[in-house]
């Protein structure tokens, strides 16, 4: 059974870059599937932020494409989000998710780990 | 702002039938995805494709489209069933893109 992990800093610096990374257990990320971020603020909905495949291969959320960063390691089966030029508005849970290739949805997610910008 | 367009929120009375709805354009051409969140926790795949649910979902979960307009119907919900419902497609560029939620009370 596949779980992911994220991990990284639960607080960052306004202008500064946010840092996270998913672990995969359980499968390798180099199966046939995309591997996402999503966020979500405190009250809010949920927003895509991109995704990656174990080639290198991603696709960004294009109001974040400037700012974002994914990339995978498949030697330690994980893959990273950076988000530079934070903001308060980039306070968040940020979750780690699977989209499993056939069904094209987010068919596993990580538990969500809460990022603050602050000073 | 989102281009999936849901209600902020729904009731239903415990045992009868309800649909969430997602609008958009883009569903014209992309299937829906919908997703389940409770308050503390991350979000549960329950329905995806035409009308497929991942194993574990009950089967009072069911999964529509019609033209721009993608529903997910829970006939008999329980009260375990209030929650959060999000839709995901694609926008009209293709970018993966979210539904502004749901939030749905069994009364």
């Known amino acids: 059974q596949v779980q992911l992990q994220e991990s990284g800093p639960g607080l960052a610096k306004p202008s500064g870059t946010l840092s996270l990374t998913c672990a995969v257990s359980?499968?390798?990320?180099?199966?046939?599937?995309?591997w996402s971020w999503v966020r979500q603020p405190p009250g809010k909905g949920l927003e895509w932020i991109g995704e990656i495949y174990h080639s290198g291969s991603t696709n960004y959320n294009p109001s974040l494409k400037s700012r974002v960063t994914i990339s995978v390691d498949k030697s330690k089966n994980q893959f990273s989000l950076m988000l530079s030029s934070v903001t308060a508005a980039d306070t968040a849970v940020y979750y780690c998710a699977r989209i499993e290739r056939t069904a094209n949805a987010f068919d596993i997610w990580g538990q969500g780990t809460m990022v603050t910008v602050s000073s | 702002s989102s281009e999936l367009t849901q209600d902020p929120a729904v009731s239903v009375a415990l045992g009868q039938t309800v649909r969430i709805t997602c609008q958009g354009d883009?569903?014209?051409?992309?299937?829906a995805s919908w997703y389940q969140q409770k308050p503390g926790q991350a979000p549960v795949l329950v329905i995806y494709?035409?009308?497929n649910r991942p194993s574990g979902i009950p089967d009072r979960f069911s999964g529509s489209s019609s033209g721009n307009t993608a529903s997910l119907t829970i006939t008999g919900p329980q009260a375990e069933d209030e929650a959060d419902y999000y839709c995901?497609?694609?926008?009209?560029?293709?970018?993966?893109?979210f539904g502004g939620g749901t939030k749905l009370t069994v009364l």
């Open positions: 995901h497609s694609r926008d009209s560029s293709g970018n993966r893109v």
């Open positions: 359980g499968g390798s990320i180099s199966s046939s599937n995309w």
């Open positions: 494709g035409k009308n």
């Open positions: 883009s569903l014209r051409s992309y299937d």
